[in-house]
């Protein structure tokens, strides 16, 4: 029977009218965070601590999977409903702490009607009865169709279109995935495997988490699948997923993430998660994904003769680096999006400097020709402007990878190579396994370079022009063809 507090039980006992209470609440509608970019997205009054997530694959990727979601929270705030983000499923029953609750569906939230009135302060377990279904538009996110299964793409907001939750980085939790499917077929999801059970014709694998994750950062790969072995730095476990019949094609391609491991502990310090590897699934997503512990990659970036090598070394490096920069420390809200993927470009342009010869300074100076139309049609780094409707992914655009990057390139030559890395070391130290925005770095950094640097983040970080770059003075930046 599950736990139901001392507290809480005596909360649910004074509401015994709770339905004639609930009779007059007002029509159930969609919550949000209030985020700039996705106001509708996350819900307020309650932290999820831990998300339990069951699924069962029969062994076709467009049919619906049949799944259970166990959700462990802390209420906030005193809440007589529960919203949770939830789309492309079919509910089919809701408890919470034990006791059957009602529930509506409306846009994309899940709203729920406890059987009483929830204070503050209360533990809250939330199981949601559900299908998970494949088979929408791929480009939407959510589960991605494999040639052979399915992997998961949530980000930025697609989480829910798999299960249901609170759908944003400020929320972070643990997560277990017990997934049920043909004997014949690999699963791999983010986290460390703890358990394989084989029953029949079907396996359930169950996998964990060591540290909190954003829900974006998910992953589960189901597919006829080879997981190769090996040891990183200190040695850490790393393991790859990749089609069982690319094993050997793609070993020169695996066999580099020790060594840019490596490489990435030298410039920002200790790998921050229990393992890592690569999943190469053979779909068209038109991105790869760093998801937690698990980077997501299309099999044709190692594969089509038309990437050449320092491209695919430096986009390896750059889904690396976000195990660091996005999912170890995650942004508070979707507009300090730059500090994840600023420093997953910049660091993508120091590795290729350093091991291909493309030097970091002429793509920056590249970059900062560019910048000002980049500002001009997404707006500045810091402030992104909205995705377009229906296109979320549309948020992903030049002025949040090269134009971010410029930024922290700009840093480094206003309070030097010494200085920077310092900064960069503590940054994630400081801010390991939770959530950080743009204020909280511009205080950090300046308190590394000694001096009040919040004019100068203002320009580079809020600008509808570029700034001066320091030590430059003979670069310029290209007037957008609407403002000259």
Request: charged share 25%; proline share 8%.
């Amino acid at each position: 029977m599950p736990f139901l507090s001392r507290r809480l039980r005596a909360a649910l006992l004074a509401t015994a009218s709770v339905t004639l209470v609930a009779a007059t609440l007002p029509a159930p509608v969609p919550l949000g965070i209030g985020d700039p970019l996705f106001p509708h997205l996350g819900n307020p009054g309650y932290d999820v601590l831990a998300y339990d997530i069951g699924f069962t694959y029969r062994g076709s990727n467009t049919e619906p999977l049949d799944a259970v979601t166990t959700i462990d929270a802390r209420t906030t705030e005193p809440l007589e409903r529960i919203n949770l983000d939830f789309t492309r499923g079919t509910v089919r029953s809701v408890d919470v702490n034990g006791l059957r609750a009602e529930f509506a569906v409306e846009d994309e939230d899940l709203i729920v009607e406890p059987p009483g009135r929830l204070p503050a302060g209360v533990p809250l377990r939330i199981t949601v009865r559900h299908t998970s279904d494949p088979s929408g538009d791929r480009n939407s996110g959510g589960w991605v169709r494999t040639a052979d299964g399915l992997a998961m793409a949530n980000q930025a907001d697609a989480g829910h279109r798999v299960f249901p939750g609170n759908d944003h980085p400020a929320d972070k939790a643990y997560f277990t995935f017990r997934v049920t499917a043909p004997r014949e077929l690999t699963v791999v999801a983010n986290g460390q495997r703890v358990k394989r059970i084989t029953r029949g014709d079907r396996t359930t694998w169950t996998y964990r988490t060591d540290h909190p994750m954003a829900t974006e950062l998910a992953q589960v790969s189901i597919g006829r699948s080879a997981v190769v072995e090996r040891t990183g730095p200190h040695g850490l476990p790393v393991r790859d997923v990749v089609p069982a019949a690319d094993r050997e094609r793609l070993e020169p391609w695996l066999k580099k993430t020790p060594g840019q491991l490596e490489w990435m502990e030298r410039q920002v310090g200790r790998y921050p998660f229990e393992n890592y590897g690569v999943l190469i699934a053979d779909t068209l997503t038109g991105f790869e994904l760093e998801t937690q512990t698990l980077s997501l990659f299309e099999r044709r970036l190692f594969t089509e003769e038309g990437f050449p090598e320092w491209y695919v070394d430096s986009v390896m490096v750059h889904e690396l680096a976000h195990q660091w920069f996005g999912d170890s420390v995650t942004p508070r809200t979707w507009s300090d999006l730059w500090l994840n993927e600023g420093h997953a470009s910049y660091y993508e342009a120091l590795y290729s400097d350093e091991h291909d010869g493309r030097p970091q300074e002429r793509r920056m100076h590249d970059a900062y020709i560019r910048s000002d139309g980049w500002r001009a049609d997404g707006g500045p780094p810091a402030r992104p402007g909205a995705p377009a409707p229906g296109e979320k992914i549309s948020l992903f655009r030049p002025v949040v990878y090269d134009g971010s990057a410029l930024v922290l390139y700009a840093l480094r030559q206003e309070i030097g190579r010494s200085a920077f890395d310092r900064l960069e070391r503590l940054w994630v130290r400081r801010n390991r396994d939770s959530n950080a925005d743009t204020a909280d770095f511009i205080v950090l950094a300046s308190r590394v370079a000694g001096r009040d640097l919040t004019a100068f983040f203002t320009g580079w970080l809020y600008g509808a022009r570029t700034p001066p770059m320091p030590g430059h003075p003979d670069w310029h930046s290209e007037t957008p063809a609407r403002q000259r």
